[in-house]
């Protein structure tokens, strides 16, 4: 199928863009556009011309979803073609030209009934996918199946795909594992089967422990009341002997309170204040009369300062006059400079106007430099003679250019008569593709004949291990054997019925164990005499009943009236007389008392033996129904072996059991397996023999001197040996009729330049005349004479205007003197003649040092003012302090209630010791609240109250030794109480045992979901490799060698080939290049480049592949030559020129470059080149409608 016209009718930012890849029918067809010109916009349409629009699109930014259009005419390879358009819906979105709809299969059947994945991954290629799959192979560890089926399907991460399906199996399960989800659940299943089976014991006996464990935690909870009264009464205890001392302390500190109730409590501070206040009045005085001492000699100093105060006034002036003292010596000093250099610069400009033959005159009056010569001239020159260099330049290089491309015309006829003629080998290249096509026929006719001597010995040593069954060699997969699901049923009813019948035995011989255990028991309790029951005691009782009617009717002559109807038994006994009556009735009642005496006596062993025997009878009842069980269950396994017979009779085959069978059936299915394929084998090596007798013979035909009996292998040998030389001759032809071609252009554009130079140089000539002319030389000056007088001028003119600016600084350095010595002369209120040969700078130099030394002076006599108004400031603060101290110190006397300051002292010493009390009372009192737990001071004291410590440490060790021996019979409980626990947990099975019944059934949910995900990862993960492995067994041959020629190419020969015979780490084929050295080189060695590059020839080899068996399908390409170099893009281009023979090819892209190497790269005729930005020019702007 290809693409005759694709149309955009209302489609992103296109209405009626057509692009037409009709013509020529066979090329390679390049959709160019810049950034924004929609290249990817066509891209999309491509896919939504074939699959539809997608439902949430982003082409329409200008037309509406409801309006978007696609066209497209389409054509098979039988010559059929399809006209339709595309429109954006759910339903019926495809039409004719006449707008009606048009069934999705007609369009399917052109495109091969491919789906729009398969459609984007296998037949199209973009540059993302490009790097992903040369990633692949990095990932895949270049194993040879993944690459090769990634490659064939256009898949990216088949490694990470297969390694993600397998840690999933082995996340769930793996056959050793604990802790894995599986594994857990199994374990989980299999302990609560255990415990299931195990938790079964009698009620009686759990009732039994449940009345001894309530006693017990009867007891323990009296003893915890215990526990709880005494630890009340040992903390009060506690509390009484922590609390008796601080209680005693207590006392004694309100006692001595209570001593010095009158004395006077004084601040904290009251005695350091009174030390402060009498130290200040101690240090006052001597300081007063130190202070007065030093003002009387700060005012002498200050009246022997004289200061200038006019000099001062002028403060400014004069700081401003230092400043400029300085810059006027510096001025001084570089006029003098200045004079030397302007001597120096006069000597030059004279020297220079004699090499000018110019009159000096002129230049030493000070002109304008500009005079000497305009810059205008100046650069108008200099631009000349550059120029004149570069048209120089030109011409010998155009010459030279010239001179070259007619050797190289002459080099290029030359080599087009050594060419041979062309030849026309289309016979011979088409049997060699048919030839080709078959891979290698003689390998695979070795590896046949090997594979079917192989399967034939697998089948005869297989055969010999089934022999005892009987069936004959001839019919192997041909037999009518029971199915599997039959044999699987027939082992579950056999195996079950087998099961059955084991636990009847099981049962059995548990109750015939019981039962003789029973029999020993009852022995037992036997063994100390006949036990009397209650039947003989009933039958005692009846007997002295029976004597008590005969002694009635001695003494009274005739039998009582019947008052119960069970007086009807004592009618029997025969008649008695006299002392033989009394005898016989007192010999019954002593039996029927010792009866019931024993009776009494021996009641456990009457109870004991009565549930013996009850059990005994169940027992016995229980084997005899389990009998019947087993016999019936007998007949039917009979009835069952019969039917398992009955089914294999069919087949001939002698059956053993249904799992032995179930082993028998997989070994003859694989027999039956491996004969299919042995015949198969044998068939196909039969088709590749005559395949390959068929080719050599047309081959023969085709090529001289040649002959069938050489083999097919020489035979395609020789043929592509001379397809190729034939091809190369070709594009040497071709290549030389380019170069021809280029080497004339290239000769032509050289005289065109060669001549337009030489009138350059003309024009040059006439403009350099007027040059030379304005500039004062004479026209036949040389430009190299011309430059060296400009050098000169243009250093005249820098002299010149050196020595003006000079000049102008001497000038300013004049005027900047004279204002300088008017300034000090008036700051120094001196006439303008009083300088009498003194230098003005002596002058203000005096000047400035007067100064200096007045604000020095004006400095210290402003310091002693400060210092004096200080020190007064000082003897003021010193009567003030100690007159406060003074008062400082009748306030406290008067506060201590003392006569004098002397007394104040021990005042303080009585304040300080009531306040030390006081501290004390507190600190005992916060300690007896904590000791009190929540009760007052007053109820402690008063529960303390008559308690001595030996009393309350007696009392207390009594109670610690009553909580002591409490606990220890609390623990010997808790651990009876535990080992009780113990033993009704291992009773109390019933519902333990349904709980853990309940937990089996949840785990057994969850091993079947936990099964049915493990299978399905394991069986994709199986698949998968199968399917790999299949593909690789199939295609590795041709693909690898087509690769391998196309990788050379797409590599410009940095690597000769592609190899897949050698194994990795894990034993499967790997990928590797083969550098033209032979050295091997692993996917993982390769640049990012190359191994796109790889990729990409997997792709184009796996795509031939394809095309050999099926339609053709357009492969679609955007702009996967991003990365590559220009002459590993021209290879690539010339591939998709050859595949394009073969298949459509469209390639689309954003880069220019790529249009000028396909040109070079593709023979003409065989490209077509469609540039979407003149095409969106020409489509007509349709409006939205509305």
């Given at each position: 199928?290809?693409?005759?016209?694709?149309?955009?009718?209302?489609?992103?930012?296109?209405?009626?863009?057509?692009?037409?890849?009709?013509?020529?029918?066979?090329?390679?067809?390049?959709?160019?556009?810049?950034?924004?010109?929609?290249?990817?916009?066509?891209?999309?349409?491509?896919?939504?011309?074939?699959?539809?629009?997608?439902?949430?699109?982003?082409?329409?930014?200008?037309?509406?979803?409801?309006?978007?259009?696609?066209?497209?005419?389409?054509?098979?390879?039988?010559?059929?073609?399809?006209?339709?358009?595309?429109?954006?819906?759910?339903?019926?979105?495809?039409?004719?030209?006449?707008?009606?709809?048009?069934?999705?299969?007609?369009?399917?059947?052109?495109?091969?009934?491919?789906?729009?994945?398969?459609?984007?991954?296998?037949?199209?290629?973009?540059?993302?996918?490009?790097?992903?799959?040369?990633?692949?192979?990095?990932?895949?560890?270049?194993?040879?199946?993944?690459?090769?089926?990634?490659?064939?399907?256009?898949?990216?991460?088949?490694?990470?795909?297969?390694?993600?399906?397998?840690?999933?199996?082995?996340?769930?399960?793996?056959?050793?594992?604990?802790?894995?989800?599986?594994?857990?659940?199994?374990?989980?299943?299999?302990?609560?089967?255990?415990?299931?089976?195990?938790?079964?014991?009698?009620?009686?006996?759990?009732?039994?422990?449940?009345?001894?464990?309530?006693?017990?935690?009867?007891?323990?909870?009296?003893?915890?009341?215990?526990?709880?009264t005494l630890g009340r009464e040992q903390r009060r205890l506690s509390r009484v002997k922590r609390a008796l001392r601080p209680i005693a302390e207590r006392g004694e500190i309100l006692a001595a309170l209570e001593l010095r109730r009158d004395d006077v409590v004084l601040p904290d501070s009251a005695a350091?204040?009174?030390?402060?206040?009498?130290?200040?009045?101690?240090?006052?005085?001597?300081?007063?009369?130190?202070?007065?001492?030093?003002?009387?000699?700060?005012?002498?100093?200050?009246?022997?300062?004289?200061?200038?105060?006019?000099?001062?006034?002028?403060?400014?002036?004069?700081?401003?006059?230092?400043?400029?003292?300085?810059?006027?010596?510096?001025?001084?000093?570089?006029?003098?400079?200045?004079?030397?250099a302007m001597r120096h610069i006069e000597d030059e400009i004279r020297t220079m106007c004699k090499r000018l033959r110019r009159d000096e005159a002129e230049f030493m009056r000070g002109n304008d430099a500009g005079a000497v010569l305009p810059v205008a001239l100046e650069k108008r020159v200099r631009g000349?003679?550059?120029?004149?260099?570069?048209?120089?330049?030109?011409?010998?290089?155009?010459?030279?250019?010239?001179?070259?491309?007619?050797?190289?015309?002459?080099?290029?006829?030359?080599?087009?008569?050594?060419?041979?003629?062309?030849?026309?080998?289309?016979?011979?290249?088409?049997?060699?593709?048919?030839?080709?096509?078959?891979?290698?026929?003689?390998?695979?006719?070795?590896?046949?004949?090997?594979?079917?001597?192989?399967?034939?010995?697998?089948?005869?040593?297989?055969?010999?291990?089934?022999?005892?069954?009987?069936?004959?060699?001839?019919?192997?997969?041909?037999?009518?054997?029971?199915?599997?699901?039959?044999?699987?049923?027939?082992?579950?009813?056999?195996?079950?019925?087998?099961?059955?019948?084991?636990?009847?035995?099981?049962?059995?011989?548990?109750?015939?164990?019981?039962?003789?255990?029973?029999?020993?028991?009852?022995?037992?309790?036997?063994?100390?005499?006949?036990?009397?029951?209650?039947?003989?005691?009933?039958?005692?009782?009846?007997?002295?009943?029976?004597?008590?009617?005969?002694?009635?009717?001695?003494?009274?002559?005739?039998?009582?009236?019947?008052?119960?109807?069970?007086?009807?038994?004592?009618?029997?006994?025969?008649?008695?007389?006299?002392?033989?009556?009394?005898?016989?009735?007192?010999?019954?009642?002593?039996?029927?008392?010792?009866?019931?005496?024993?009776?009494?006596?021996?009641?456990?062993?009457?109870?004991?033996?009565?549930?013996?025997?009850?059990?005994?009878?169940?027992?016995?009842?229980?084997?005899?129904?389990?009998?019947?069980?087993?016999?019936?269950?007998?007949?039917?396994?009979?009835?069952?072996?019969?039917?398992?017979?009955?089914?294999?009779?069919?087949?001939?085959?002698?059956?053993?059991?249904?799992?032995?069978?179930?082993?028998?059936?997989?070994?003859?299915?694989?027999?039956?397996?491996?004969?299919?394929?042995?015949?198969?084998?044998?068939?196909?090596?039969?088709?590749?023999?005559?395949?390959?007798?068929?080719?050599?013979?047309?081959?023969?035909?085709?090529?001289?001197?040649?002959?069938?009996?050489?083999?097919l292998a020489r035979l395609i040998e020789r043929a592509a040996a001379a397809c190729e030389r034939e091809e190369r001759a070709q594009k040497e032809r071709e290549a030389h009729a380019r170069d021809m071609q280029r080497a004339v252009s290239v000769l032509e554009e050289a005289r065109r330049v060669l001549?337009?130079?030489?009138?350059?140089?003309?024009?040059?000539?006439?403009?350099?005349?007027?040059?030379?002319?304005?500039?004062?030389?004479?026209?036949?000056?040389?430009?190299?004479?011309?430059?060296?007088?400009?050098?000169?001028?243009?250093?005249?003119?820098?002299?010149?205007?050196?020595?003006?600016?000079?000049?102008?600084?001497?000038?300013?350095?004049?005027?900047?003197?004279?204002?300088?010595?008017?300034?000090?002369?008036?700051?120094?209120?001196?006439?303008?003649?009083?300088?009498?040969?003194?230098?003005?700078?002596?002058?203000?130099?005096?000047?400035?040092?007067?100064?200096?030394?007045?604000?020095?002076?004006?400095?210290?006599?402003?310091?002693?003012?400060?210092?004096?108004?200080?020190?007064?400031?000082?003897?003021?603060?010193?009567?003030?302090?100690?007159?406060?101290?003074?008062?400082?110190?009748?306030?406290?006397?008067?506060?201590?209630?003392?006569?004098?300051?002397?007394?104040?002292?021990?005042?303080?010493?009585?304040?300080?010791?009531?306040?030390?009390?006081?501290?004390?009372?507190?600190?005992?009192?916060?300690?007896?609240?904590?000791?009190?737990?929540?009760?007052?001071?007053?109820?402690?004291?008063?529960?303390?109250?008559?308690?001595?410590?030996?009393?309350?440490?007696?009392?207390?060790?009594?109670?610690?030794?009553?909580?002591?021996?409490?606990?220890?019979?609390?623990?010997?409980?808790?651990?009876?109480?535990?080992?009780?626990?113990?033993?009704?947990?291992?009773?109390?099975?019933?519902?333990?045992?349904?709980?853990?019944?309940?937990?089996?059934?949840?785990?057994?949910?969850?091993?079947?979901?936990?099964?049915?995900?493990?299978?399905?990862?394991?069986?994709?993960?199986?698949?998968?490799?199968?399917?790999?492995?299949?593909?690789?067994?199939?295609?590795?041959?041709?693909?690898?060698?087509?690769?391998?020629?196309?990788?050379?190419?797409?590599?410009?020969?940095?690597?000769?080939?592609?190899?897949?015979?050698?194994?990795?780490?894990?034993?499967?084929?790997?990928?590797?290049?083969?550098?033209?050295?032979?050295?091997?080189?692993?996917?993982?060695?390769?640049?990012?480049?190359?191994?796109?590059?790889?990729?990409?020839?997997?792709?184009?080899?796996?795509?031939?592949?394809?095309?050999?068996?099926?339609?053709?399908?357009?492969?679609?390409?955007?702009?996967?030559?991003?990365?590559?170099?220009?002459?590993?893009?021209?290879?690539?281009?010339?591939?998709?020129?050859?595949?394009?023979?073969?298949?459509?090819?469209?390639?689309?892209?954003?880069?220019?470059?790529?249009?000028?190497?396909?040109?070079?790269?593709?023979?003409?005729?065989?490209?077509?080149?469609?540039?979407?930005?003149?095409?969106?020019?020409?489509?007509?702007?349709?409006?939205?409608?509305?």
């Amino acid at each position: 199928m290809k693409i005759l016209s694709l149309e955009l009718l209302r489609w992103g930012p296109f209405s009626d863009l057509h692009l037409d890849f009709s013509s020529p029918p066979r090329a390679l067809h390049l959709v160019v556009g810049s950034n924004e010109a929609g290249k990817s916009t066509t891209l999309r349409a491509v896919t939504g011309l074939f699959f539809g629009i997608p439902e949430r699109t982003t082409d329409d930014h200008r037309h509406k979803k409801d309006d978007l259009r696609l066209g497209g005419r389409i054509a098979s390879e039988d010559g059929a073609e399809l006209v339709f358009v595309r429109r954006k819906g759910r339903k019926n979105t495809l039409k004719d030209a006449q707008g009606e709809s048009i069934d999705e299969e007609r369009l399917r059947r052109f495109v091969g009934n491919i789906e729009q994945s398969q459609f984007e991954t296998m037949f199209g290629l973009s540059h993302d996918r490009l790097v992903q799959g040369g990633r692949a192979l990095v990932q895949g560890k270049g194993d040879l199946g993944e690459s090769l089926f990634g490659a064939g399907l256009g898949q990216t991460g088949l490694s990470s795909i297969l390694n993600k399906l397998k840690q999933r199996a082995d996340d769930i399960f793996v056959p050793r594992g604990r802790v894995k989800k599986l594994n857990h659940v199994i374990e989980n299943w299999k302990a609560a089967r255990k415990i299931q089976q195990e938790t079964s014991q009698s009620i009686r006996a759990w009732e039994e422990f449940n009345k001894e464990r309530s006693a017990l935690e009867q007891r323990r909870t009296a003893l915890v009341t215990e526990l709880d009264t005494l630890g009340r009464e040992q903390r009060r205890l506690s509390r009484v002997k922590r609390a008796l001392r601080p209680i005693a302390e207590r006392g004694e500190i309100l006692a001595a309170l209570e001593l010095r109730r009158d004395d006077v409590v004084l601040p904290d501070s009251a005695a350091e204040d009174r030390r402060a206040a009498e130290k200040v009045i101690r240090e006052a005085h001597p300081r007063q009369e130190q202070l007065e001492a030093e003002i009387a000699e700060i005012e002498a100093k200050v009246a022997s300062l004289s200061v200038p105060e006019k000099l001062l006034d002028k403060a400014t002036s004069v700081r401003q006059l230092a400043e400029d003292l300085g810059s006027y010596r510096k001025a001084m000093a570089e006029a003098a400079q200045l004079n030397t250099a302007m001597r120096h610069i006069e000597d030059e400009i004279r020297t220079m106007c004699k090499r000018l033959r110019r009159d000096e005159a002129e230049f030493m009056r000070g002109n304008d430099a500009g005079a000497v010569l305009p810059v205008a001239l100046e650069k108008r020159v200099r631009g000349l003679i550059k120029q004149r260099v570069e048209v120089d330049a030109r011409i010998r290089e155009a010459t030279k250019t010239c001179h070259v491309a007619e050797e190289r015309l002459a080099a290029e006829r030359h080599r087009g008569e050594a060419l041979p003629a062309a030849v026309s080998l289309d016979r011979l290249a088409m049997a060699l593709e048919a030839a080709r096509r078959e891979g290698d026929l003689d390998k695979r006719i070795r590896e046949r004949a090997k594979e079917a001597d192989q399967l034939g010995s697998r089948v005869r040593a297989r055969y010999a291990s089934l022999e005892l069954y009987g069936f004959p060699f001839d019919r192997i997969g041909t037999l009518p054997m029971p199915s599997r699901e039959t044999i699987e049923r027939f082992e579950r009813e056999l195996t079950s019925t087998d099961d059955e019948l084991r636990n009847i035995d099981r049962v059995l011989n548990e109750r015939q164990r019981s039962l003789a255990k029973m029999a020993g028991d009852i022995a037992v309790a036997t063994r100390g005499g006949e036990v009397p029951t209650a039947s003989d005691l009933e039958a005692a009782r009846t007997a002295r009943n029976a004597a008590w009617v005969a002694v009635r009717r001695v003494l009274f002559g005739q039998a009582p009236a019947e008052s119960h109807e069970s007086v009807a038994a004592f009618r029997a006994p025969p008649v008695m007389y006299g002392i033989e009556a009394l005898s016989e009735y007192e010999a019954a009642v002593r039996r029927a008392d010792d009866i019931a005496d024993r009776l009494f006596r021996e009641a456990d062993r009457v109870a004991r033996i009565a549930e013996l025997s009850l059990q005994k009878n169940v027992l016995e009842r229980e084997m005899a129904e389990l009998e019947r069980s087993r016999t019936a269950l007998c007949q039917k396994r009979e009835d069952a072996w019969s039917r398992w017979l009955d089914a294999w009779k069919p087949s001939g085959v002698k059956p053993l059991s249904p799992a032995e069978m179930k082993d028998f059936l997989g070994v003859y299915d694989r027999l039956a397996d491996e004969a299919f394929r042995w015949r198969e084998t044998e068939m196909a090596l039969e088709a590749d023999r005559n395949r390959a007798t068929d080719h050599a013979e047309a081959l023969a035909s085709l090529l001289a001197d040649a002959a069938p009996s050489e083999g097919l292998a020489r035979l395609i040998e020789r043929a592509a040996a001379a397809c190729e030389r034939e091809e190369r001759a070709q594009k040497e032809r071709e290549a030389h009729a380019r170069d021809m071609q280029r080497a004339v252009s290239v000769l032509e554009e050289a005289r065109r330049v060669l001549e337009r130079e030489k009138g350059e140089l003309l024009h040059w000539a006439s403009v350099w005349e007027k040059a030379l002319v304005d500039m004062g030389l004479p026209i036949e000056t040389g430009h190299a004479e011309a430059e060296e007088v400009l050098g000169v001028l243009s250093e005249l003119g820098k002299r010149v205007q050196d020595a003006q600016d000079k000049r102008r600084r001497l000038s300013n350095i004049e005027r900047e003197a004279q204002a300088f010595t008017e300034r000090t002369l008036e700051i120094a209120q001196l006439p303008k003649d009083a300088l009498n040969g003194t230098a003005i700078e002596q002058i203000a130099a005096a000047v400035v040092d007067d100064f200096r030394a007045a604000e020095r002076d004006d400095v210290a006599r402003r310091g002693l003012l400060g210092q004096l108004e200080d020190k007064r400031r000082e003897l003021s603060d010193i009567g003030l302090r100690r007159r406060a101290a003074e008062s400082e110190i009748e306030s406290l006397r008067m506060a201590a209630r003392v006569n004098s300051a002397a007394d104040l002292p021990m005042a303080e010493e009585r304040s300080k010791e009531v306040r030390d009390l006081r501290s004390r009372l507190e600190t005992v009192e916060r300690q007896l609240l904590d000791f009190g737990e929540g009760i007052g001071i007053d109820a402690l004291v008063l529960e303390c109250h008559g308690l001595s410590g030996d009393d309350v440490a007696e009392a207390l060790k009594l109670v610690q030794e009553r909580i002591a021996a409490t606990n220890e019979n609390k623990a010997t409980i808790e651990q009876e109480m535990g080992r009780l626990a113990e033993r009704l947990a291992s009773v109390d099975g019933s519902a333990r045992a349904a709980e853990a019944a309940e937990e089996a059934e949840q785990h057994l949910a969850a091993m079947a979901v936990l099964v049915e995900e493990y299978a399905r990862a394991k069986l994709a993960h199986r698949l998968l490799e199968d399917e790999i492995k299949q593909y690789r067994e199939k295609n590795q041959g041709p693909i690898i060698r087509r690769a391998s020629e196309l990788f050379e190419r797409l590599t410009l020969g940095s690597f000769v080939g592609v190899r897949g015979d050698n194994e990795g780490d894990e034993g499967k084929p790997i990928l590797e290049c083969v550098r033209p050295g032979g050295v091997h080189v692993t996917v993982d060695g390769l640049s990012d480049g190359t191994r796109d590059q790889l990729f990409f020839a997997l792709r184009i080899a796996s795509l031939e592949r394809y095309f050999e068996h099926n339609e053709p399908i357009p492969f679609i390409l955007d702009d996967i030559l991003v990365n590559f170099d220009d002459a590993r893009s021209r290879a690539s281009l010339e591939v998709l020129g050859e595949l394009s023979r073969r298949t459509q090819v469209l390639f689309f892209t954003h880069h220019a470059r790529v249009a000028e190497l396909a040109r070079d790269a593709v023979p003409s005729g065989g490209l077509c080149l469609h540039d979407l930005d003149e095409l969106s020019k020409t489509a007509r702007v349709r409006p939205t409608e509305s």
